[in-house]
């Protein structure tokens, strides 16, 4: 995105990806984008296929003690959200950088950063079994939360923050038409379970589970009934079963790390932060991260003025700290964490009470939910 928007303002980039085009267009991620990451889609020409096979939804459900409630979102708050799974975004994406003949390398090894004090740092990287070296500008580490960038930062200038959370994500996705209109997250006993979907045909199912459960231990079997059962419900609802064609467990973590530059070094999005999936802010971040460096280095090149690159670590991570409690208020709401805590359960229930209630608490959740403007 970051390369599309530069490519936009006439500045030229190079992206470097490890993975190659296949894997990136294929891996299963997240599917909610906030209305601002679809305003800025749609404002760079990359909306048509969004707008087709994207799915407008105006509010969620919340399910617990057997009821399911709506929240309103777009009554509490103007906006919706889009459901539009990750990986279609990126294929969008690297086929308007490969429209427009954007450098954009895949398979791309032994990448490493020289020379990160000077004003012209390096990027060193073999490409179909040849070495290169990039000079630069800038280095904008979008890599990941494993990649090389954020490791290359001085320690001792930076501070990391860190939660690890004792559950995960058992996802599933299964041909079946939808369940639901709109997303159920769901608090039981047992643990927390998400209906959503991707298309018509396509739905995408999650439950709480041990961070280290193995695949191989869930029969589709006893997958649905461990949904059936977080889901249960007096609402005549009921999960619409089909065949499960791929099954992951995802780990949770909420991280940060400030700031997000050192010299001409920059990182955005999971480089610099982690958020756990609930209420799937992840990619909305990153989006609002390049968006915001893509602004900061036009000024730079059109009117020599470093103010909004100065300023960028700080204002990113206003959103950042935002999207992190969020993010971190949500899965505390909805997880459960053994029996040590049948406090906890009761502090929960009355947390969920109050939600699905008192339009002040709607509207917060609802608020944070839909994204907050860019
Ligand atoms: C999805 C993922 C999320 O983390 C979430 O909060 C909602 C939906 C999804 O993959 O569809």
Redesign the pocket.
Known sequence: MLSHLLHLQGIESVVLETRSQQAVESTI????LEQGTVDLLNQTGLGARLAREGAKHQGIRLAFDGEQHRIDLTELTDREIT?Y?QHEVLKDLIAARQAAQGQLLFEVEQVSLQQLESARPQIHYRHLDEDHIISCDFVIGCDGFHGICRAAMPGGLRKDYTRVYPFGWF?ILVEAPPSCDE?I?ARHARGFA?V???SAQVQ?M?FQCDPQEKVEDWSDDRIWHELETRLENRNGWSLKQGKIFQKNVVGMRSFVTEPMRYKRLLLAGDAAHIVP????KGLNLAMADVRLLAQALESLYRQGNWSHLDAYSEQALRRVWRAEHFSWWMTNMLHTQGESSSFQQRLQLSELQYMVKSRSAMTMLAENYVGLPF
């Open positions: 991620r997240a599917g909610v459901v799974a996802g997303l997250y998400l959503s979907t991707r995408r999650y999936p609930t209420g799937a």
